[in-house]
Structures are given as structure tokens and as C-alpha cells.
């Protein structure tokens, strides 16, 4: 089964930077995951879609939330067993402080067309979330 592992969160200052990873392993080669991304949630809040990423077929399209779009980037790295997912975040601001979830989607479902997009229920497996606070 899929485990989906994040770290990197933290506390930071205004106009800082950190950058989030997801380990992904169970998968074995890799060529179960189709769709991943990052969501998050701050208290009270409803679970939002930040970035996601085109994993399956090595398409690597990447849909950004336009509250981010410009300082946060996500990105994807092979390695043996294991397929990571970064998010880098920079010119953070005390409103991404939250919760934040990596999510995959092993069947296709978040897909249309050529990106993957970030509709929280077509995302079946999450890991269990690091937080982020920005003051």
C-alpha cells in the first residue's frame, strides 16, 4: 500500500522560506502514482488544494492555487523504491500558515487533459501532515 510520509515543516518569519517533502514508497517502481499534490488546512478552515503534479508518463505538469502562484513550487524526484515530492515555498506570509498534507492519486483521477488538478476527493491516499507556521 502507498505511504505517503511529509517533513520540513516549521516555524518561520514572514518573507522566509521552507521547503516541504513527501516520501512516497510503497509503490515499487513508481508507476502506480499518477497524480500528487499538496493541500492544506488551517483551523476552521475547509482543506485547499495548494500545488500538484503530473507524476504518471513523466508529464510533470504543474497546477499552482493563485494564492501561491509565483512563490511556491512543487516538485518531483525519483529514487530507488522511493518517489519524493518537494515543496519549496518562498515569500511565505501569515496566511499559509496551516497544516499541510501530501496527497496521491493512483487512478487517474484528478487528471484532465494534461495536468492533474487539486479537487481533494479524487486524492486517495494522504499522509499525515506537517505544520507550517508563519508569523
Known amino acids: 500500500d502507498v505511504q505517503l510520509v511529509e517533513s520540513g515543516g516549521g516555524s518561520v518569519q514572514a518573507g522566509g522560506s521552507l521547503t516541504l517533502s513527501c516520501a512516497a514508497s510503497?509503490?515499487?517502481?513508481?508507476?502506480?502514482?499518477?497524480?500528487m499534490a499538496w493541500f492544506r488546512q488551517a483551523p476552521g478552515q475547509e482543506r485547499e488544494g495548494v500545488a500538484s503534479?503530473?507524476?504518471?508518463?513523466?508529464?510533470?505538469?504543474?497546477?499552482?492555487a493563485d494564492s501561491v502562484k509565483g512563490r511556491f513550487t512543487i516538485t518531483q524526484e525519483n529514487a530507488k523504491d522511493t518517489l519524493f515530492v518537494y515543496l519549496q515555498m518562498n515569500s511565505l506570509k501569515p496566511e499559509d500558515t496551516a497544516m499541510y498534507y501530501c496527497?496521491?492519486?493512483?487512478?487517474?483521477?484528478?487528471?484532465?487533459?494534461?495536468?492533474?488538478?487539486?479537487?481533494?476527493?479524487?486524492?486517495?491516499?494522504w499522509g499525515q501532515g506537517t505544520q507550517v507556521t508563519v508569523s
Open positions: 496527497a496521491a492519486d493512483l487512478d487517474w483521477r484528478a487528471r484532465d487533459g494534461g495536468v492533474c488538478y487539486q479537487e481533494k476527493t479524487d486524492f486517495g491516499h
Open positions: 510503497g509503490t515499487g517502481d513508481g508507476s502506480e502514482l499518477k497524480c
Open positions: 503534479i503530473y507524476i504518471g508518463g513523466g508529464g510533470g505538469s504543474t497546477v499552482y
